[in-house]
């Protein structure tokens, strides 16, 4: 989709001669749905196989309902067998840990996601630690972050899931990234740690800025790529770019 002025008059904040094309994640998602439901088709068919998720959510924070939600919903569409353990917020590490050593030990799981965040009193990194690394399947876990960012080494098992979004709506973009200025909002462990290194890898130059970077406009304005992962709606408004 292509957006186009509503009036003929110029946008001071656009510069001259130049549209804002709008990626459609919805259909790229759809598509790799189709592909990876066509995967699991050929492993059943081949070698008997059904891959299998297991999916931990602990407590009733709404936004993580809804991701795990959505996560079930594609997992079904793609015919992944699941396991869903759900715990009240108040679980103790133990239970959890003794759960995450469960699902390592079954061979029908193939991956083990652990909905983030955690109630405050759960170790967070011992949880994440406890699961298997050839079932981590967020990628999470420093060997698969080790292998991520090391040059010439292993590929990781795993990448985290919404840094690979963000490349592969790139790539299915046709977005050359390779010599390009990119400039990443964010340095979580999550997405903003990862994703530079994804892009670092794909020959970009990469800044990363966060809460601490002085003049984070002056840095968005002279990239050609930004990824926001700051965790804030609206960050960036037009004018940034």
């Not at 060997?143 to 299915?172: D, F």
Request: net charge negative.
């Amino acid at each position: 989709l292509t957006a186009s002025p509503m009036s003929d008059e110029p946008d001071p904040k656009r510069p001259r001669g130049s549209e804002a094309t709008i990626i459609d994640g919805k259909a790229v998602a759809a598509t790799i749905r189709t592909e990876v439901k066509a995967l699991v088709d050929e492993l059943q068919r081949d070698h008997s196989v059904t891959p299998g998720l297991a999916v931990v959510l602990v407590g009733q924070r709404t936004d993580s309902a809804t991701y795990v939600r959505m996560k079930k919903r594609a997992a079904a569409e793609c015919g992944f067998h699941s396991v869903d353990l759900d715990f009240e917020a108040d679980v103790t590490q133990e239970k959890l840990e003794a759960a995450i050593d469960g699902l390592n030990a079954d061979d029908k799981v193939h991956g083990i996601l652990v909905q983030l965040p955690l109630p405050k009193h759960i170790d967070e990194a011992a949880i994440l630690a406890r699961i298997a690394v050839a079932k981590d399947v967020d990628g999470f876990s420093a060997a698969n972050i080790g292998n991520l960012c090391l040059r010439g080494g292993q590929p990781p098992l795993a990448v985290p899931c919404t840094p690979a979004g963000c490349v592969e709506l790139l790539q299915r973009s046709g977005v050359a990234v390779s010599g390009k200025e990119v400039v990443v909002l964010g340095r979580s462990n999550i997405v903003g740690m990862p994703v530079a290194h994804l892009l670092q890898s794909m020959d970009a130059t990469v800044t990363v800025c966060h809460s601490r970077t002085a003049d984070l406009a002056a840095h968005c304005r002279r990239a050609d790529i930004v990824v926001a992962a700051i965790g804030k709606a609206e960050m960036v408004p037009g004018d940034w770019i």
